[in-house]
């Protein structure tokens, strides 16, 4: 019975590490974006990591899928143990904290393909840690699959395969597309909320100095500020969460209009997803006013979406001689729209027909 129980921990671990690991591994970029949440001044403040963020990501997620191969194959047994264990008791602290203090929404376990709220995330460590304890306890039980060339040559095969589908993914797009921007979707329709969903409880706070000290108040105890109290600020505290559409925030503003529905019209639209012109990619960019003229010459209405500034985007139009006119939208949307910066989207009327890297703009077909 304890053999059984040993060998099914070791095949559900395994298995959830490798499916958990790969979803990652296929947007490395999401994922550190999720580790610049946890590295941000609201969470635990450490401004100095965040430049490491890809790198980072792109170890943990590896090491996920590696170690998720080396338990279901055996392959020493007592060093995966140990470091699965390390592993889940950091992510479990990590989650608790997340849940607890309510500061990041979806710890990004399995990047855009599912989305766990907090406790749900740290539910799932826990029941990871239970079946990884069994592991470490019966450890002796997880014995070798193969002999040790063979053991050697699979836990090998399994890094180098990991590192390639890493630079392929970085230097193209995500292999499969879970977000809500992929290819075929209306992002009009994306928007519309459904008849009868359900509507966010929202309650008003209001913030008053008393004595020299800030202080909450709801509505129904507005009658009970004391007297010389002076307001500070008002803010709204979310009770119950209602239907979010899958896409949200998305604009298209400029000069504080915004023409998304006019420009969601084009039947031929070709959008540059550039989300930090300041940190583009000088490759890419270059490569941005030619296929501007090719596409005109089609048809194509061309422009540019960003999140920088009106003089970021009078820098990079003499720096590039871009002569396509740029839109505001949320950063945070733009790279949930794509991850390389910069990148190109083709829409026909608001339908998204195609998406690719800019190292891939041979691939276009207008």
Same mark, same amino acid.
């Given at each position: 019975?304890?053999?059984? #129980?040993?060998? +099914?921990?070791?095949?559900?671990? =395994? ?5 958990? =690991? ?36 792109? +170890? ?19 060093? /995966? #143990? ?8 950091? +992510?479990?602290?990590?989650?608790? @904290? ?30 990871? *840690? ?50 809500? @921007? ?24 209001? #913030? ?41 925030? +998305?604009?298209?503003? %400029?000069?504080?209009?915004? @023409?998304?529905?006019?420009?969601? %019209? ?19 960019? /270059?490569? *941005? ?14 422009? =540019? ?8 985007? /009078?820098?990079?139009?003499?720096? @590039? ?46």
């Amino acid at each position: 019975m304890k053999n059984i #129980i040993t060998q +099914f921990s070791r095949i559900f671990v =395994g298995l959830l590490f490798i499916i958990s =690991g790969l979803i990652k591994l296929n947007d490395p970029v999401g994922f550190s974006y999720k580790l610049d949440e946890y590295f941000s001044e609201p969470v635990f403040n450490l401004p100095f990591l965040v430049p490491l963020t890809l790198g980072l990501a792109l +170890f943990l997620v590896i090491l996920e899928v590696v170690l998720g191969v080396m338990l279901l194959i055996g392959y020493k047994s007592k060093f /995966t #143990i140990w470091s699965l264990l390390l592993m889940i008791v950091f +992510f479990t602290f990590l989650t608790f @904290y997340s849940a607890y203090f309510d500061v990041v929404k979806d710890c990004g376990c399995f990047g855009d393909a599912l989305h766990l709220t907090p406790w749900q995330s740290f539910t799932k460590d826990i029941v990871l *840690l239970f079946f990884i304890l069994i592991l470490f306890i019966n450890r002796n039980l997880v014995k070798p699959l193969f002999q040790n060339a063979v053991q050697n040559m699979i836990a090998y095969a399994s890094i180098i395969l990991c590192m390639f589908m890493a630079v392929w993914v970085l230097n193209h797009l995500p292999i499969i597309d879970f977000r809500p @921007y992929k290819v075929g979707t209306n992002i009009e329709k994306g928007m519309e909320i459904p008849e009868g969903a359900p509507k966010s409880v929202v309650e008003m706070i209001f #913030i008053y100095n008393v004595n020299g000290v800030n202080k909450e108040f709801t509505e129904k105890d507005l009658m009970s500020i004391p007297e010389g109290a002076t307001f500070v600020d008002r803010k709204d505290k979310v009770i119950t969460e209602g239907y979010v559409p899958p896409i949200h925030d +998305f604009t298209m503003v %400029k000069e504080d209009s915004d @023409y998304k529905e006019e420009l969601l %019209k084009e039947p031929k639209l070709l959008m540059y997803v550039t989300y930090d012109l300041a940190t583009a990619e000088e490759g890419g960019m /270059t490569k *941005l006013e030619k296929l501007n003229q090719e596409a005109k010459a089609k048809g194509y209405k061309v422009i =540019g979406m960003t999140a920088s500034s009106p003089t970021e985007i /009078t820098i990079a139009q003499k720096k @590039y001689g871009l002569t396509f006119d740029f839109y505001f939208c949320d950063a945070t949307t733009l790279k949930t729209i794509e991850r390389a910066n910069p990148s190109i989207v083709v829409l026909e009327k608001g339908t998204i027909k195609q998406k690719v890297h800019y190292n891939d703009i041979k691939k276009l077909k207008l």
